[in-house]
């Protein structure tokens, strides 16, 4: 059974500093998907990560895929109040578009 | 990208009717996906609909509790049915995209049964 973990589930940061949300999932899959989830909202897609070592960033965002490893890494940099929201990872099962979800990683910006 | 229509955006219900979702895309596509996301929590996997054949439920989840239909290749419902408190969560379509590189939600479905 795949399974997907984030860590932390729960974060809170100053406003400047830098962090990294950490998403391990069990079997293999060469599909990993980043969201970003307001409150009440839907979710809004952040990035796709489709092979080994893919990196992408956007803005002050940045997030990698280690297949071996089964990990991937949203790492924030110079964060701000926007940013504040929750992300969710999820992994593509057996590349069928179903997606298995990490919990999510609640994110608070100080100022 | 996909641009997808879920209806009702809200609703409030009373326990043991049923509601209807609609999910409307702007382009053909061959999979629909149903998610639910109970309050403070993930989202999870409730079935796939494929046009023409019945849809495929995931473990915990059953037909007669959530029927979907696909009459087409741009429109799915799924209905909650037989309702309690216990259902109470926002619901999802999502759909493949891109050549299967991109996963779309649409805006979702807060359902609030009293």
Avoid at chain 1, 26 to 48: A, H, I, M, N
Avoid at chain 2, 36 to 50: D, E, V, Y
Wanted: glycine share 8%; aromatic share 10%; with cysteine.
């Amino acid at each position: 059974e795949l399974k997907v973990e984030q860590n932390p589930l729960f974060l809170s940061m100053q406003e400047g500093k830098n962090y990294t949300i950490y998403c391990n999932y069990s079997t293999t899959s060469d599909r990993l998907y980043w969201y970003r989830q307001d409150p009440g909202k839907s979710l809004e897609s952040l990035f796709v990560l489709l092979s080994n070592g893919a990196v992408k960033q956007e803005g002050r965002l940045m997030a990698s895929l280690d297949t071996k490893a089964r990990l991937s890494t949203l790492h924030i940099t110079a964060a701000v109040h926007d940013l504040s929201a929750t992300y969710f990872c999820a992994v593509d099962k057996g590349n069928t578009g179903k997606l298995i979800f990490g919990q999510g990683t609640t994110l608070q910006v100080k100022p | 990208s996909a641009v997808i229509s879920q209806k009702p955006s809200r609703d409030i219900c009373q326990r043991g009717t049923s509601l209807t979702i609609q999910c409307q895309v702007d382009s053909q596509v061959t999979m629909m996906f149903w998610y639910r996301q109970q309050p403070g929590q993930s989202l999870t996997l409730i079935a796939t609909a494929n046009q023409g054949s019945e849809a495929t439920y995931e473990s915990g989840f059953v037909i007669d509790k959530f029927p979907i239909s696909r009459p087409n290749l741009t429109f799915s419902t799924l209905t909650v049915s037989n309702m309690s408190p216990e259902d109470s969560s926002i619901y999802l379509c999502s759909v493949e995209g891109g050549g299967g590189t991109e996963a779309f939600f649409g805006q979702g479905t807060r359902l609030t049964v009293v």
